[in-house]
């Protein structure tokens, strides 16, 4: 079992940014990628960014430039921050990860981004 826990989420203004934060209960040397979903109202979940095991990273285009998704091993800790938000930007934003030679996926519970004036 990995248990993942986001936090960082909140209101902030168009332009504006904040950094997402996701804790993992065990190493995430052991996973195969760390990734950040976001589900908007009405919308399908989507991919947002990803880091894989070797440290490469991949961004939804919609994300690219702006979103940065990194990680400090020692504290378990996958981050994702977020500059020049936008309203559209707007979701739960979801942690996720699968260890090693496994299929299982896990998520965490999310946590609200909502950029508005």
């Known amino acids: 079992q990995v248990q993942l826990v986001e936090s960082g989420g909140g209101l902030v203004q168009p332009g504006g940014s904040l950094r997402l934060s996701c804790a993992a209960s065990?190493?995430?040397?052991?996973?195969?990628?760390m990734g950040w979903h976001r589900q908007g109202p009405g919308k399908e979940r989507e991919l947002v960014a990803i880091?894989?095991?070797?440290?490469?990273?991949n961004y939804a285009d919609s994300v690219k430039g702006r979103f940065t998704i990194s990680r400090d091993v020692a504290k378990n800790t996958v981050y994702l921050q977020m500059n020049s938000l936008k309203p559209e930007d707007t979701a739960v934003y979801y942690c996720?990860?699968?260890?090693?030679?496994?299929?299982?996926?896990?998520w965490g519970q999310g946590t609200q981004v909502t950029v508005s004036s």
């Open positions: 065990t190493s995430i040397n052991l996973m195969n990628h």
């Open positions: 880091i894989t095991n070797g440290g490469s990273t």
């Open positions: 996720n990860t699968r260890p090693l030679f496994t299929l299982r996926e896990y």
